[in-house]
Structure formats: C-alpha cells, structure tokens
C-alpha cells in the first residue's frame, strides 16, 4: 500500500492510496469521510484488483477552502485527472455515498474512461455530485447499484436507480451502520469478474463465493 499525490483538474493537491495488483477500480468516499474509511474493502477487493482510493477534494488531506473550487463538474474532472496520473485509459470507478454519485457522473461524461461503475449507497445530506433518476438513461457502462438490505426505504430508491440504468444490476447487502464488509466485497467481485479481466475466486478472499452464471 502506498500513498501519492496528484493534482486534480484545476491543479488543486489531492491526494490518493494505492493498493494491491490487476485490472483497475477507483473508489471515492462519501461526504464528510475520507479515503481511510473505505480501507477494509479495498483490503479484501485488493487480492485481485489495483484499488485506488481517491480523496475528495475538501476532504481529509485533499484541502480545498474555496467552495467556488468545489463545484460537482471538478469532482468528475478530478477522477480523469486521476486516470491520466496513473496511465490508465479505463478503469472501473465507484464510490459509497456521494462518491458513488460523482462515478455515475463520470460514467456518464466519460464512458470511454469507465469500465464499470459502482453505487454503494445514497449521497450524503449535502447532496453533492447527486444525480436525477431521469440523467441515468444516458449512463451506457454497466453499473451496479448496492442496495442497503437494512433499510426498506433506501433499498427502495436504489433499485429505482438500477431499473433506471439501461445496464443496471441490483445487489442487497446490510450496509446500515457499516455493514459486514465481506458481503460487501463479494457482491462487488461477482459484478467485476463479469465486467473486467478477473478470475472467478480470489485466493483467501474473506467471504468469496463463485459468481453465478446463467
């Protein structure tokens, strides 16, 4: 694991962790968190993944005091910058929250850049980087939307959004307060090995289950 920093689309000094080895998956945290928070997932996903883990800017080490420097189009912006630092021409992109928010406005600004996209969750209170059932009709990468198993409402409006997506797929998993992270992880693999170069099991995954086919 290693830390590094890039600069975002404007130049601002963000930073990002890097861990494991294959084919590569963007995760961005939710609001009012940081990159460490998704730590014990990219731990589990990094036996067969490159996971890097994308500070937003304002957030944690990713200082940015101007608001007017914060607008959702620079979010986006960010992760092409990202992309372009690490020499990468695709990679899957995700996030929990409103991180998850801003990977389906890249899937949908940058679809030659985006592999797959991953939505774990609902965007925070602040809302930033949301997007409109109606925007997601025009998100042509596969997606996977991670529906909160522990709440009927949330769990709800997630499978709105998965039925939204012309390439959407569903999966529940527990994720009120943290979830088990190894259903987490599994859910996320079986959705990769179909849409990236993976193997179907990877070795001592904590709470792998072969993907299902059919």
Do not use: K, N
């Not at 998956?25 to 928070?37: K, Q, S, T, V, Y």
């Not at 774990?120 to 409109?132: C, K, Q, V």
């Not at 959004?161 to 996320?188: E, I, K, M, Y």
């Amino acid at each position: 694991m290693r830390d590094f920093v890039y600069h975002g689309s404007d130049g601002c000094r963000l930073h990002a962790t890097v861990l494991g080895q294959g084919p590569a998956l963007i995760l961005l945290h939710g609001g009012g968190a940081d990159r460490r928070g998704l730590l014990p997932l990219a731990r589990l996903l990094a036996e067969g993944l490159t996971v890097v883990l994308a500070e937003v800017r304002g957030h944690g080490r990713s200082v940015c005091a101007c608001r007017t420097r914060r607008a959702r189009a620079r979010y986006a912006g960010d992760v092409d910058a990202l992309l372009d630092r690490l020499g990468l021409r695709r990679a899957a992109v995700g996030g929990t929250g409103a991180g998850g928010a801003v990977a389906l406005r890249v899937a949908a600004a940058r679809p030659e850049r985006v592999r797959a996209a991953l939505v774990i969750g609902r965007e925070g209170r602040d809302g930033r980087g949301s997007a409109r059932l109606s925007d997601l009709a025009a998100i042509t990468v596969p997606t996977l939307v991670v529906a909160d198993a522990g709440s009927p409402r949330l769990g709800a409006l997630s499978a709105r959004a998965a039925r939204a997506l012309p390439h959407g797929h569903l999966a529940r998993v527990p994720l009120t307060a943290g979830g088990p992270v190894p259903a987490l992880a599994s859910a996320v693999w079986d959705f990769l090995v179909t849409h990236l170069t993976l193997h179907a099991a990877a070795p001592g995954r904590p709470g792998h289950r072969p993907a299902c086919h059919g």
